[in-house]
């Protein structure tokens, strides 16, 4: 969907011998209003932006209940992922329940978002914008150097380039597994066969934790991305509308007795 708005700017006139008429060319810019985003996509992103903010905050929680998780080499702790001192700086307590209810209230939400969004992608035939093409991880590498100005060349982009493709749908993939794996540690008896898949408990818990950081990372660098690309593609998710300038040209018939100019 397009709206034309704003008087065209014209930048150069012309005259140029078509069909025995000489014609001014007359070559404009017009500032275009197209749609980019559709209200379900802009709903489903923004919701499950709070929503998923709350699961990593409750989930925190429940995992300070248990802080198992660290790197040891030998006996030797290397690393630990909220060490003694952290809970101390921020004056943290263990609150497990109130960690569990806010957890498995919003888990609910965050699944019946996601489904949604699923859903309409598939209707839509939005999913044919969002899957990785063959070729996708070929220009995703071209993305990953031009973001970091290493090549000049602008690598191919549409509503989305290949890099993004790959990340959505990386996204959507780790949403089915956070709640997969969430399932067998929420009801490991009742979705023993869920567990069972997931390689028992432990693992379960552990591939859970893995894709928490794996959204936190995601949203670093996804709020980096759109400071970059600037407020026009920030606009576009908030409004559904980009703006953008599209070339226009306008043959005008001269006057009676004017003569060509070279």
């Known amino acids: 969907m397009y709206f034309y708005v704003i008087i065209p700017i014209c930048l150069r006139s012309r005259k140029q011998k ?10 404009c810019f017009m500032k275009v209003i197209k749609e ?12 499950n932006f709070p929503v998923l903010a709350v699961m990593i905050w409750s989930g925190l929680f429940i995992y300070w209940a248990n802080d198992s998780y660290g790197i040891t080499i030998f006996g030797t702790t290397i690393f630990q992922f909220f060490p003694e001192w952290f809970y101390k700086y921020f004056h943290l307590k263990q609150r497990l329940a109130e ?45 990953l150097l031009h973001d970091l100005h290493i ?17 959505y749908t990386a996204i959507i993939i780790m949403g089915f597994g956070s709640v997969f794996t969430g399932l067998a540690i929420y009801k490991p008896v009742q979705f023993y066969w869920i567990c069972w898949l997931c390689g028992g408990y432990h ?29 026009n593609n920030f606009r ?10 599209c ?3 306008d043959l005008v018939k001269p006057k009676e007795n004017e003569e060509p100019v070279s």
């Open 99 to 143: 960690g569990m209810a806010f957890h498995f209230f919003f888990m609910w939400l965050f699944f019946i978002n996601g489904l949604l969004y699923v859903i309409y992608t598939i209707v839509s035939g939005s999913w044919r914008e969002l899957v990785p093409k063959r070729n996708s991880f070929r220009e995703a590498w071209q993305v």
């Open 151 to 167: 090549r000049k060349a602008v690598p191919p982009q549409k509503k989305y380039n290949a890099a993004q493709r790959i990340a």
């Open 18 to 27: 078509h069909g025995g008429l000489w014609l001014h060319l007359k070559q």
């Open 36 to 47: 980019k985003h559709s209200l379900a996509m802009r709903w489903t992103h923004w919701v």
């Open 247 to 249: 070339q226009v040209k």
């Open 203 to 231: 693992v379960a818990r552990i591939l859970h934790f893995a894709l928490t950081i794996g959204y936190v990372l995601f949203f670093m660098i996804h709020v980096v991305q759109v400071i970059l690309a600037g407020w």
């Open 236 to 245: 576009s998710v908030v409004s559904g509308f980009e703006v953008t300038d």
